[in-house]
């Protein structure tokens, strides 16, 4: 049934602008850029007028910055699961426009965005509710030919003519507005832009760590990161007893290793970690490590020099505890890489008095040994001699310590 206005009432004084649905904000918020060649952008809506409660269509359009080259090649899609919108009743169509459409026209900056079409009726049309943000979609802009998809969008303006909303009523409110009818949103919709958040590019903790087996353990972390494609190594060696660095190579980068492939943009950072197994160290000198970073406009940015040593010496360290000793002594050394290692006890002219232990495969690491001295040895002093075998390194065929231990009865 139509209603009927009582004489004397004005239009205005009931329906206060009417059409123009005050308090409608719509927000596109361009998401942090985890890869140079994808950006994504959440566009919300929130009702903040009880003017109107279901919207049904619209257009929303964004432009691109002037400095994309036009041979840049984009394409929009929106991002599966990211709409509430029942598929059933809403149709999604995102666009990419290159041309004016308008013969004679010139755009100078690129536009796209998104079309959604809604269901004829207003029971099947969405509900918005009060003062709520809901995402209508989240769009994913992405460059085929694999360039840096800028992330400084705006609306296209004029707003009036680029962007358009427009919702249904519940029943009849006006002789010439019917419940299905869709009301264009107009004036008083606000079109806000929540821009990109770029963090500081903040690298800590770089170190270099000698773990054995000639494997040099590099790490670090980062607190935040800005643009970034992923990090590169760079291996300079210092020979022994100089303080030159020579013969430096690029060791690992982010293109060939999956694993120091960067975040992007993001506010939070993560730790990252790279073995350098080359064999090709020589023992007994020392490498130092450069670690760069690469942003997504290809530009190298430095983040600082750590060096390690890898051992001569499989053996690095053995003592015993207490020495002299009386009935047992502490054997403590440390091994610098995985080995065969074998422990024999003798006497000053060279005969064998104990076997410790013989070709034990034993991990990089500090080690104790106890040994107690048998009833048949005579007091003065013993070699006990540790003997190791590196078991993948063919270029150490041995590695000795002799301690000096005195037993005393």
């Known amino acids: 049934m139509r209603r009927v206005l009582p004489i004397g009432l004005s239009l205005l004084t009931l329906f206060p602008l009417w059409g123009q649905a005050q308090g409608t904000v719509v927000t596109a918020v361009v998401l942090p850029q985890s890869a ?71 755009w100078t900056r690129p536009r796209l965005g998104v079309t959604i079409y809604g269901p004829p009726d207003f029971p099947s049309s969405q509900l ?29 303006r004029p707003l009036e003519y680029y962007q358009g909303l427009a919702y249904k009523q519940r029943e009849d409110v006006l002789p010439w507005v ?78 060939r290793v999956p694993l120091l492939r960067g975040l992007g943009t993001s506010d939070t950072g993560r730790s990252y970690v790279f073995l350098d197994t080359d ?45 002299p000793f009386t009935d047992r002594t502490v054997i403590r050394y440390r091994l610098e890489d995985r080995v065969l290692l074998s422990i024999k006890v003798y006497d000053l002219k060279g005969k064998e008095l104990a076997t410790l232990m013989e070709q034990r495969e034993m991990q990089r690491g500090e080690y104790t040994f106890e040994w107690r001295t048998p009833a048949y040895a005579s007091q003065g002093l013993y070699d006990i001699v540790l003997i190791a075998y590196p078991v993948d390194d063919p270029s150490v065929e041995l590695s000795r310590a002799i301690i000096k231990a005195q037993l005393i009865r």
Request: hydrophobic share 40%.
């Open 279 to 323: 064999a090709a160290k020589r023992r007994g000198e020392d490498y130092c490590y450069d670690l760069w970073s690469t942003d997504f406009s290809g530009r190298l940015r430095y983040h600082g020099r750590v060096c390690a040593a890898i051992p001569h010496a499989v053996i690095s360290f053995a003592q015993t505890d207490p020495n």
């Open 36 to 106: 140079p060649d994808t950006l994504e952008v959440d566009l919300l809506v929130q009702r903040r007028t009880l003017e109107w409660e279901r919207w049904i269509n619209g257009t929303l359009t964004l432009v691109l910055p002037d400095s994309l080259t036009p041979w840049q090649t984009l394409s929009v899609e929106v991002v599966p699961g990211s709409s509430p919108l029942d598929t059933t009743f809403y149709r999604l169509e995102p666009f990419v426009l290159w041309q004016p459409p308008v013969p004679g026209t010139q």
């Open 128 to 156: 918005i509710p009060w003062d709520t943000l809901i995402r209508l979609v989240r769009l994913r802009i992405l460059s085929t030919d694999g360039s840096w998809v800028p992330y400084q969008l705006d609306w296209a």
């Open 178 to 255: 019917r419940a299905d009818d869709n009301l264009e949103i107009v004036a008083r919709a606000e079109y806000r832009l929540q821009p990109m958040r770029v963090p500081a590019h903040v690298v800590q903790d770089f170190r270099a760590e000698y773990v054995g087996d000639r494997t040099v353990r590099l790490s670090w972390r980062t607190a935040s990161e800005a643009f970034n494609r992923g990090f590169v190594l760079v291996r300079w060696w210092k020979p022994f007893n100089t303080t030159e660095l020579v013969d430096s190579v690029l060791l690992a980068d982010w293109q």
